[in-house]
């Protein structure tokens, strides 16, 4: 399926093309099996289903919007499709539970969903006055305004140090810590204001909008996703047949780099150097499908300009174990 047949609103599967091409090869047996992490609107499913008419398809998503609309987009393959509301890193046990241990094929779209960024009120994006909310799942208690109104200063700041790569933490959280001790700091507006007047202006003016790192900071802590991805990652390399294939599509640093170490780990040999015959116990169990992050191209951005910060690593498993 081309990306050009998109849902209405406008979503557009990012690297679709790409993500077809690495799962097919896993993909065409009878009884394969491929799961949707993070499903999301379901634009990569509805590809895969068309392309694949004997495949089965387990999509997760803890966000019951996403579920509503995916579910709505996926009705003409309802007899190959289960949808289970779950957290990725509650896959081992949405398989075990299914009773599909063994997968061909899983795909990671990690990062926010069209929904959550398009609606102003879930509070995701610095461009719209909203509630600071941030959640992916709108049942659980814990919210960006809770995050930025009850953290302590210490912990504000290594949030947004080490899942915003925000230079300016310190300078950030002593900010929100003076404004919200005079009121609680409770829209979108408000607290990228007060990010734009902690960042130095000289930093200011490249970079784009200087909130950037603080949302997505306070995105990762709220939905715990980097958590998330160590638990969910190796449970479904775990889950894969021999010949079944992953791939992650990230979206920023530390997604990647996590992707990266997880992917690295399973594809060494960890015998001992310098032995003749390498031993079989200790001979990777998977193959890397691509040479480091494959990148979107020029003409990917240009007719999906989401997919500008997309950062896709796939691999293999070659052996049991």
Request: proline share 7%; aromatic share 4%; glycine share 8%.
């Amino acid at each position: 399926m081309s990306e050009e047949r998109q849902q209405p609103g406008g979503h557009v599967p990012v690297l679709l093309d790409r993500v077809l091409e690495l799962l097919a090869p896993a993909l065409t047996g009878p009884d394969a099996v491929v799961v949707d992490a993070n499903l999301g609107l379901g634009g990569h499913a509805e590809a895969l289903l068309a392309a694949h008419p004997a495949l089965h398809l387990i999509g997760i998503d803890r966000d019951p919007v996403a579920i509503e609309r995916s579910t709505a987009r996926l009705e003409p393959f309802a007899a190959r499709v289960t949808i289970v509301r779950a957290v990725s890193d509650e896959l081992a046990g949405v398989l075990a539970d299914l009773g599909r241990p063994v997968v061909n094929g899983v795909l990671f779209d990690l990062g926010v969903s069209s929904p959550q960024l398009d609606e102003a009120e879930r509070g995701f994006a610095y461009s719209y006055d909203a509630p600071l909310d941030m959640r992916m799942d709108r049942e659980q208690d814990l919210t960006a305004e809770k995050v930025v109104n009850t953290y302590p200063p210490g912990e504000l700041t290594r949030i947004l140090r080490d899942y915003g790569e925000e230079r300016f933490a310190s300078r950030v959280t002593g900010l929100i810590v003076k404004e919200r001790a005079k009121a609680p700091i409770t829209s979108t507006k408000r607290l990228a204001d007060l990010v734009r007047q902690a960042i130095p202006a000289a930093t200011r003016r490249t970079g784009g909008n200087p909130a950037k790192r603080t949302f997505q900071a306070l995105r990762i802590e709220v939905n715990a996703e980097l958590s998330a991805l160590e638990t969910a990652l190796p449970a479904a390399l775990d889950a894969l047949a021999v010949g079944g294939r992953v791939v992650v599509l990230a979206y920023h640093s530390l997604e990647d780099r996590l992707t990266k170490q997880v992917l690295t780990a399973r594809t060494r040999d960890t015998g001992p150097p310098g032995l003749p015959v390498p031993l079989e116990a200790h001979q990777p169990r998977f193959r890397l499908l691509t040479r480091g992050a494959e990148l979107p191209d020029d003409h990917e951005v240009a007719r999906n300009p989401r997919a500008a910060s997309a950062r896709m690593r796939a691999a293999e498993r070659i052996r049991q174990g």
